[in-house]
């Protein structure tokens, strides 16, 4: 959600939030200044985190707004899974976006990051982290960034050219014939919907190699090596083939299961093996399945 405002003479010097009570009535001040301090406001076309920031006549100014919680992220050493002086790999939660949106900035696992590294003392500084891949906000597990320049390009470059070997899990609908197989195709985004799907002609090669682990209840647990990375490559597959994610409301999965209720797409990254950008050692990062994805739990409810 966003609101727009154009500043009128009357408002001239007025503070940011402030006016934005004015404004914004159905929200608390104490509301709107987490808002503005997570990111959200945007004066002029740029990122504001001032309350106290002075109004000018005839300034644009808006604020976005997001679903989730207004209590900024922040990292507990458990989710650190390795850290040295050019890498960090992080047991990524879901729910929390990877890098900054219009709607925040603070809370962002890029920013926890800066904070975590004690880097977050100048807003808007170039820092020295290094974003070489990404992961969806609802998807979950092992995400690594180069903190270091030495580290960034060769890490970038495995990414890239797909030297490094990415294993996700995931929960979905029914069960594939056959069990372990691979999906190939192009894959396209459409723009109305933001969702990809298979052409014929014009998309990007995508291959998803799949293995089903275990199943209950109508549900399977399915073990993913993928050989491209497209954007929504293993959500697409899947429910092209019949058999959506659970709780993937974008692309038709359920909802609810034996009384339970999914906000998100049971999707987890749970391997990633690359190699040292720096030493050369190779490194593989775990991250154990979340709760919400342990079929042994959810036998319970099916």
Not at 102 to 123: C, H, M, N
Request: aromatic share 6%; glycine share 8%.
């Amino acid at each position: 959600m966003v609101y727009r405002f154009n500043i009128e003479a009357k408002d001239h010097g007025k503070r940011l939030d402030i006016y934005l009570q004015s404004r914004l009535t159905e929200m608390s001040r104490t509301m709107l200044r987490k808002i503005i301090d997570l990111g959200g406001a945007h004066l002029q076309g740029r990122r504001v985190r001032k309350c106290g920031q002075s109004l000018e006549t005839g300034q644009h100014l808006e604020v976005h707004l997001d679903q989730a919680s207004l209590i900024p992220f922040r990292l507990e050493s458990a989710q650190i899974i390795y850290q040295d002086r050019y890498l960090i790999a992080i047991n990524k939660p879901a729910g929390i976006e990877t890098q900054p949106t219009p709607a925040r900035y603070k809370g962002t696992l890029y920013e926890a990051i800066q904070v975590w590294l004690g880097r977050d003392r100048s807003f808007g500084r170039k820092l020295e982290i290094g974003m070489a891949q990404r992961l969806d906000r609802d998807t979950s597990g092992v995400m690594v960034f180069s903190i270091h320049p030495q580290s960034h390009k060769a890490l970038t470059d495995q990414m890239h050219n797909r030297l490094a070997k990415k294993r996700y899990l995931a929960l979905i609908t029914g069960s594939p014939d056959p069990p372990e197989g691979a999906f190939h195709s192009y894959l396209a985004k459409q723009r109305k919907s933001n969702r990809v799907i298979s052409v014929s002609s014009g998309g990007k090669e995508a291959i998803t190699r799949y293995r089903i682990v275990s199943s209950v209840g109508g549900l399977s647990l399915a073990e993913i090596d993928l050989v491209t990375g497209r954007m929504h490559q293993i959500r697409a597959h899947f429910a092209e083939a019949g058999h959506p994610l659970l709780g993937d409301k974008r692309y038709g999965g359920a909802q609810k299961y034996g009384g339970l209720t999914f906000e998100r797409q049971c999707l987890h990254s749970s391997i990633l093996r690359l190699t040292h950008p720096v030493s050369g050692e190779f490194l593989q990062f775990k991250a154990p399945i979340p709760d919400d994805m342990n079929l042994d739990q959810l036998r319970l409810h099916s």
